[in-house]
């Protein structure tokens, strides 16, 4: 039980390992083209830092507003039946907003910014906007009624301080002028001159170019109503953010405090209309009252010269107090009348979209109502007009919303009228039962009386309309705004486009991900061999027993015995190796016969003939009788690494030629400081398979081996042709060579298959044309032991590792 819970942590801890192992080797593979991410990350961040340097620059400003209310307006006389003259305290903010966008109010923010024009200032990559003092000249128009959009924009390049260039690159129109002068050009007149309020130096705009362009007010309108941005702060809340973008932020400014300061105009002068029409009713009602006043007291004079009258006696007592009181009440009464009579004599006859007067007097709480609701809609109307016709659905909604109040208003009139009438016949039968109690009172004082009443009931009328007058005269003076600066305009330092944080950091990302995405196709793509542990994964019951360097061109193709090279020490382990692909004949001293290995590979050029060669020399190195024989009898190489005759007498010549004995075909002393005997190929036969089938192929190997302690024998590729098939049963181990950056790993599998079906004897595979600084590289385990005995000879001092090879 110990054992199996032993065995399982330690199957455990290799899987851990074998993945660190891999997550390293992917890491690995990608660091080793490093140069790779830090030119494609600082060329992206090049670019980022030119895009940062030459984009123009985009400001956001905003200023914040409170839409007031008006808690009832203006409250001076405190005298019966008042009431205030405005209430604004039902606020739509909506409403509001709708305003400030519109086209009205931009085109009144144009007239006093002149914002039909726009200035630059052109550099060598980048063109900027400048605004007010910024700007040396200025350009006056001449013909501005009939100015429409222009195409394009004129170029000004100052040549001194009394001669400028004028230039439309779409017209390619080019002339020169003088500043002062008007320019007649292109259907165009207008001036251009200094701007008087210019900051800088005059002497400094020489050479250097500016632009202007102008676009007609109802585009500049359009354009501005658009680029506003209005929000509600908050739920609930009465407060306005207002904001713009553009490139000066000195114009983003000054065109929301203008825009502002216009809309609270705006308000106060919707206020003040109706304060206007109040105070024109009241100054009507005024000059009618006076005639009437003149009347009653006139007639009082008549009457006192006619009857001689000129005191009256006081009597009555208490009942002439009470008959006085209902008296009092029946004037209040038919003041009321009066007044309600004469409104409803100015609805009937004025138009049918006229401001009603508000608040005359009359004590009649939703009559009131109802006529304030018809002003602020006649207001909402004028508005909506301006950009509408009748047909507009909301100018009709508005209609009959109006029409409705108007019959509303008739109607309450009518109905407060004959409550007022009801009450006063009520009153008049009191003042006949008093008035029974004064039959004993002269005729003459009642008269007086009548009379007086008249003239009372004028006079105070008279005052009351007096004091409304002046309480409109107020209002439309002294009208209290209608907005509240919470925060003036106030643009921010950093501009909101480009976000240069954002760009710099896609540039570093996308700078990374280049190269990465290459290397990730590549590698996806790539299927040649690379590396020890693909071959261990696609044949893991196949040996490895040697992994050979790739040799440098400047060195021999041959190793030397006393060769330290990366590549004669692989060759070394190789010839080690060997001795455990056949362990029953591992001891040479006891064998009657000597060994024979076979070299042989997928397809050409993987270095079969480079590894025979080799392996030999190095066998001979150890005072061991070799023979090296080029069996690859339809594509021979051998000879080309020893400079001899490709036809020279070889293995075809014993084939078919029984007279040629197998001494003939040794080649002795033909390789420098090796005693190396070698047998070539021969000439290329018609039919090889079936000579290497013969007899004498079998007898040239047993004479081989009977004097020699190894044979070599250089073989055809497997899956070009079935040679290396036919003699494989004379060898006692196969060297399957296989090459890095050429075997294809797709082939792995045909190698898999020759040694599944034993078609090849004690397989050993080699990896041959590994880089020197990459053997065992993605097995970090592995690297020092590759490194110890390559990378240096035992007793040397290691050479210091390049600082870009820190992986």
């Known amino acids: 039980m110990s054992e199996n819970i032993n065995s399982n942590q330690s199957t455990s801890v290799q899987e851990e390992l074998k993945s660190e192992g891999d997550i390293k080797q992917i890491i690995f593979q990608y660091l080793k083209y490093w140069p790779w991410f830090v030119v494609s990350v600082f060329i992206c961040l090049s670019v980022s830092f030119l895009y940062l340097r030459y984009t123009t620059s985009i400001y956001k400003t905003a200023i914040q507003i409170k839409i007031l209310k008006d808690e009832g307006g203006l409250d001076l006389t405190g005298l019966q039946g008042s009431a205030p003259l405005f209430d604004w305290s039902r606020i739509n903010l909506q409403n509001e907003i709708e305003v400030i966008k519109s086209r009205r109010m931009a085109q009144k923010v144009i007239n006093n910014l002149d914002l039909e024009i726009s200035y630059f200032r052109s550099g060598n990559l980048k063109i900027s906007e400048i605004w007010k003092n910024e700007v040396p000249f200025l350009v006056k128009w001449s013909n501005e009624k009939d100015f429409k959009d222009m195409s394009g924009s004129y170029e000004v390049t100052f040549t001194s301080l009394t001669k400028f260039e004028l230039n439309n690159p779409e017209t390619n129109f080019r002339e020169s002028f003088n500043p002062g002068d008007t320019i007649d050009v292109e259907d165009k007149r207008f001036v251009i001159d200094f701007n008087p309020n210019f900051d800088g130096d005059l002497k400094s705009i020489i050479n250097s170019s500016f632009s202007f362009s102008k676009r007609s007010k109802e585009s500049v309108a359009a354009s501005l109503a658009g680029s506003l941005n209005i929000n509600i702060l908050g739920e609930g809340s009465e407060i306005l953010d207002i904001s713009i973008s553009g490139q000066n932020p000195q114009k983003n400014e000054d065109v929301l405090n203008t825009l502002v300061s216009e809309f609270n105009e705006d308000g106060v002068s919707d206020k003040r209309l109706v304060a206007k029409r109040t105070e024109e009713f009241v100054i009507e009602r005024l000059v009618f009252l006076v005639n009437e006043l003149d009347t009653v007291e006139s007639g009082l004079v ?103 109040l108007r019959d509303n208003i008739l109607n309450t009139i009518d109905g407060y009228i004959k409550n007022l009438n009801i009450t006063l016949d009520n009153i008049q039968n009191r003042e006949q039962i008093f008035n029974r109690n004064f039959g004993q009172l002269p005729e003459q004082e009642k008269q007086v009386r009548v009379i007086r009443r008249q003239q009372v009931i004028k006079e105070k009328l008279y005052l009351f309309l007096l004091q409304k007058r002046e309480e409109a005269a107020l209002s439309n003076a002294i009208t209290a705004p209608v907005i509240k600066v919470v925060d003036f305009a106030y643009t921010p330092g950093s501009p909101i486009s480009p976000k240069s944080r954002v760009i710099l950091l896609a540039g570093g990302v996308i700078g990374f991900l280049i190269p990465f995405g290459i290397l ?288």
């Open 302 to 404: 008549d009457f006192k010269k006619v009857n001689d009258l000129i005191t009256l006696e006081t009597s009555a007592g208490e009942i002439i107090n009470k008959s006085s009181q209902a008296e009092l009440k029946r004037y209040e009464i038919l003041t009321q009348i009066e007044l309600t009579e004469s409104f409803k004599e100015v609805i009937l006859n004025q138009d049918e979209f006229e401001l009603l007067p508000a608040n005359i007097g009359i004590d009649n709480s939703n009559l009131n109502t109802f006529t304030e609701s018809y002003n602020q809609k006649i207001i909402e109307r004028q508005k909506l007009m301006m950009s509408s016709t009748e047909n507009n659905p909301l100018i009709i909604e508005a209609n009959r919303i109006m029409k409705r």
């Open 520 to 807: 990730f196709l590549a590698f996806l793509l790539d299927t040649k061999l690379k590396s020890k542990d693909q071959i261990k994964f696609y044949l893991p019951n196949i040996p490895i027993v040697a992994e050979i360097p790739l040799r440098k061109k400047e060195e021999n193709t041959i190793i030397e015995s006393n060769e330290r090279s990366a590549v004669a020490e692989s060759f070394r382990i190789l010839r080690t190796n060997l001795n455990y692909l056949n362990p029953k004949k591992s001891d040479h001293k006891n064998l009657p016969e000597g060994q024979v290995i076979m070299v042989t590979s997928t397809t050409k050029a993987e270095g079969k003939t480079f590894v025979s060669l080799n392996l030999a020399n190095t066998l001979v190195f150890t005072s061991k009788k070799v023979l090296l024989i080029g069996c690859d009898l339809r594509n021979p190489q051998l000879h080309n690494y020893l400079d001899l005759n490709k036809n020279h007498i070889g293995v075809t010549n014993f084939l078919y030629d029984d007279s040629v004995g197998f001494e003939d075909l040794i080649l002795k002393n033909r390789m420098k400081n090796s005693k190396l005997d070698i047998i070539l190929s021969g000439q290329i036969p018609p039919n090889p398979a079936e000579l290497l089938m013969s007899e004498r192929f079998e007898e040239m190997i047993n004479a081989a081996k009977a004097e020699y302690d190894y044979i070599v024998i250089d073989t055809a590729p497997t899956i070009l042709v079935t040679d290396t098939a036919l003699i494989s049963k004379f060898a006692n181990s196969t060297l399957y060579v296989t090459r890095a950056g050429l075997t294809d790993i797709r082939l792995m599998p045909h190698i898999n298959e020759y040694h599944k079906d034993k078609k090849l004897i004690n397989i050993g595979l080699i990896i041959n044309g590994l880089p020197e600084s990459g053997i065992s590289a993605y097995k970090y385990g592995y690297t020092y032991g590759y490194a110890y005995g390559y990378g240096y000879a035992y007793g040397e001092t290691p050479s210091k590792k390049k600082f870009w090879k820190f992986w």
